[in-house]
């Protein structure tokens, strides 16, 4: 593993070197030791970095404890790494690096680690911001640990539908609801940028769209008006609250100049909102019985809102805008479909992408030696496939190599890892496909 290593001196603990160091996934190496008793997972978002703690892997490494801290400047760093990385932790995180009672340190991190099954701590990140991940990656620098990026096909494969320049965190945060709820998934995420990201019934990518966060519609009629008031985050809390807790419902025909701009703004991310929805709804059809080749279906079609507004849009996405806002008859009905709100919907993505490499690890360790092929003439052998996404280029078509062939249940296998990372496994029938498809198109 390419693993963060720091030399300390005996006075203030900084390490001599700031070289800082992370992989970037390369499975089934960097899924977590069947032993290992918590691993970390950060997502840098837009204006904080969100931590999760997770169970061992016995436990499905679902999140224990969640918080969240503003992202890294280099005069966080400026002091002994160890300390600046427990002041980025709760206690009982602090207790399992460092041990209970102890001060941070990198000899009070050694001393701990040295006392758990596996020493090092596996920290995923999932991030597009590079100095984030050169802070959090020196951050670690004193303690016994592997920083491990995520990337994309961690989460969905192209041949699910996962097309160029897809954001990570959209992919994480479809996996999450994958996961918890089945196919086909639908996301509304309510940050800084409010997103949406769905998937049929078969696990394949329709996609998604990109608008203005609620704070930003906001923040805008401040900014490029002369009269209107700025309406901040906790300003639009605090009227919500009053909403919901006093039945003083915002009318649509307001007398108050902030409850006007409130009415309006979350009148339209309601309307917004629903809109995605029916639009899912009318391509994913009506759910079926059983199950699909994907797992469970989702059966109640369960739309995910996270994000940090997310929990005002699932009620405002409630029949009757959950008395937020004042609301016409059709809008008071029942909806054919069911909200969720989970804030930390992204590390259940995390863990439930890391987790299926962890059960591919198992499955690989299952296979009898003697029936993975070092003599096969498959090896190495140059393929191509068609996908529904095009690359960077435009091209349709990537090309790979076969890395293993191996026998199962089903017969001969070939493991495929494409020129771009991704890999797959296929049978002796489609391995041909591909053999076909290279021989036509070359390189």
């Known amino acids: 593993y390419s693993t963060l290593i720091s030399m300390s001196d005996n006075n203030n603990n900084k390490p001599v070197s700031k070289e800082t160091h992370h992989e970037i996934t390369s499975w089934p190496e960097s899924a977590p030791d069947e032993d290992e008793e918590h691993i970390v997972s950060i997502v840098c978002g837009n204006s904080h970095l969100h931590w999760a703690f997770h169970n061992s892997v016995k436990a499905d490494l679902q999140p224990a404890l969640f918080w969240r801290t503003p992202p890294l400047i280099n005069e966080d760093l400026s002091g002994p790494l160890a300390e600046s990385l427990s002041r980025h932790l709760p206690q009982y995180a602090h207790n399992h690096i460092f041990g209970k009672g102890n001060s941070a340190s990198a000899e009070t991190a050694v001393s701990a680690a040295a006392k758990r099954t596996l020493p090092k701590i596996s920290v995923y990140l999932v991030s597009t911001n590079q100095d984030q991940i050169g802070l959090i990656s020196q951050m670690w620098g004193s303690i016994p640990s592997r920083i491990i990026l995520m990337k994309g096909d961690d989460f969905f494969s192209k041949t699910d539908g996962r097309y160029e320049k897809m954001g990570v965190d959209r992919l994480a945060v479809l996996r999450g609801a994958a996961d918890l709820h089945g196919f086909p998934a639908l996301v509304i995420d309510g940050g800084t940028a409010t997103t949406y990201t769905a998937a049929d019934a078969k696990g394949k990518i329709l996609g998604g769209g990109i608008g203005a966060g609620l704070q930003i519609k906001l923040r805008c009629m401040h900014e490029y008006t002369d009269a209107l008031p700025l309406v901040g985050p906790q300003d639009a809390v605090s009227r919500v609250k009053e909403a919901l807790d006093r039945k003083k419902t915002l009318q649509i025909f307001s007398r108050d100049t902030t409850d006007a701009m409130l009415a309006s703004v979350l009148g339209e991310y309601a309307s917004f909102g629903r809109t995605v929805v029916n639009h899912w709804l009318g391509k994913v059809g009506q759910p079926k019985s059983g199950k699909t080749n994907t797992g469970q279906e989702n ?77 096969s003439p498959h090896l190495k052998a140059r393929v191509a496939k068609k996908f529904d996404q095009p690359d960077a280029e435009g091209d349709f078509i990537f090309r790979g190599s076969v890395t293993s062939v191996f026998n199962n249940a089903k017969g001969e296998m070939f493991t495929i890892r494409y020129d771009d990372g991704d890999r797959e496994q296929v049978d002796f029938t489609e391995f041909k496909n591909l053999l076909q498809l290279f021989k036509k198109v070359g390189e």
């Not at 008859?329 to 989970?342: G, L, M, R």
């Open 299 to 375: 059966h109640e079609r369960t739309v995910m809102i996270t994000g940090g507004d997310g929990e005002i849009l699932s009620q405002l996405m409630r029949p009757n805008h959950s008395g937020i806002i004042e609301a016409t008859e059709a809008q008071k009905k029942e909806t054919p479909f069911n909200i969720v709100h989970s804030k930390q919907l992204i590390h259940y993505g995390i863990a439930a992408a890391i987790m299926k490499q962890v059960c591919l690890r198992r499955q690989q360790n299952e296979i009898p030696d003697d029936s993975v092929s070092t003599k």
